[in-house]
């Protein structure tokens, strides 16, 4: 599907699925969007020193970007999963532009790095942090690997039923640990009602600018 740049409300810039009108994230700001429903509302909430995160949708790694520069700061130790079915291409990758906008130079590096790992390969990215990513479909990912956290990032509900229904939110409970948490931008009834048939305690917790709600919800 063919995709084009963007560029959202706070100046960061996100991608667009053309045919769908689909941003990859928020109009209003994709990095200001990711640093609160995935950072400040889910892995500044899991208290542990070692969190071991899975993503659903790695797009253009700006969670895993801001997941790194969270554990740095934080002294955190990461293993980051990523699960991505339409990979960006390095054209993509080089017009995301959150690494100017984070004003460090150290992560320039770092996202670049994040971008050019071996597929299905653990890679140390640094001594606090390893990434795995996964090229393909979150419905035929066949992992036995248990994760604290997961940044349920697919596309909205209305676009991808199949990765909001009971089916898929029992695919992430089974993936997490007890006591692990997934986080998403959306707050939609239905969806609620999908995480809580398969065992997840629903919270609905103020979104980011331009969202009144998002979830967090608890593998109790
Ligand atoms: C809303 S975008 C978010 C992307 C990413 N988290 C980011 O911050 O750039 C959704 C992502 O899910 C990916 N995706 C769509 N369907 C998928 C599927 N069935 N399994 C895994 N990834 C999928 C898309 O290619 C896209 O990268």
Redesign the pocket.
Known sequence: MKRSVITTGDGSTSLKIDAWDEP??SRHGALQE?QHVFIREGLAQVDAPKVAIL?????????ALLSYDFAKANSKIIEYYG????PLTPAEVSEMNYTELLADEGLIKIFTKLHLTQPGVWTTIDSFFSLKNVEK???ELQETKKFDLI?H???SPKL?PE?WDEKAFEKGFSLLRSGGKLVTYSAKGSVRRAMESVGFVVEKVPGPPGKREMIRATKG
């Open positions: 990859y994230h990711s993503e659903l949708g790695f797009g253009t790694g700006l969670n699960v991505e079915a339409f479909r979150f419905e940044y990032d697919a596309f991808q990765l």
